[in-house]
C-alpha cells in the first residue's frame, strides 16, 4: 500500500523510509483488556437463521392435522428435520435449519407439489439444532 502511495504522489522508497521512522502510533487503552473481555462474552445460543412453514391452521382439527402433516413430511423428507409447535390458537409445523434465505426457499420449491402453503420463515435458531439431521444442503 505504502508503495503504491509512494508511487502515485512522486515519494521514493527514502523518502517513505524516512517518513515511516517520524511515524508515532499512539494505543489508546489496552488491546489486551480489550481481547481479554471480548473472551468472556459467552457464545451466543442461537443464530438467525430461515425454515419453511409447511403447516399453521387454528381450526378444531388442527392439532391431528398438524400431525399428519409433520408425520408426512418425515417420510418424504427424512434428511430435514421437522418441528411441532403450539402457539394459542395455532398449531405450526415448520421443517428445515437454514443459515440462508435462499437455501430456504430452494426447500420450499422442492416440497411445493406436496405443501403448496410452503413459505419461507426468519427464525432465531438454537446452534444444537444444526446438525440434527443429514446437515447436507439442498443437491
Known amino acids: 500500500m505504502l508503495f503504491v502511495l509512494g508511487s502515485i504522489a512522486g515519494v521514493s522508497a527514502q523518502n517513505i523510509s524516512t517518513l515511516s521512522e517520524r511515524l508515532a ?11 481479554a473481555e471480548y473472551d468472556t462474552i459467552p457464545a451466543p ?9 409447511i403447516f399453521f391452521d387454528s381450526k378444531q382439527n388442527a392439532r391431528q392435522a398438524s400431525l399428519s402433516v409433520q408425520s408426512q413430511f418425515n417420510a418424504l423428507y427424512p434428511e430435514f428435520p421437522s418441528y411441532w409447535s403450539f402457539d394459542q390458537p395455532n ?25 403448496p402453503k410452503a413459505f419461507v420463515l426468519r427464525q432465531n435458531i438454537p446452534i444444537s439444532e444444526f446438525g440434527t439431521k443429514d446437515d447436507h444442503f439442498l443437491e
Open 91 to 115: 398449531y405450526m409445523v415448520t421443517v428445515g435449519n437454514f443459515t440462508t434465505k435462499e437455501e430456504a426457499t430452494a426447500l420450499v420449491g422442492r416440497i411445493a407439489s406436496t405443501f
Open 25 to 35: 502510533v499512539r494505543e489508546v487503552g489496552s488491546a489486551k483488556a480489550v481481547v
Open 45 to 53: 445460543n442461537v443464530v438467525s437463521g430461515y425454515r419453511v412453514r
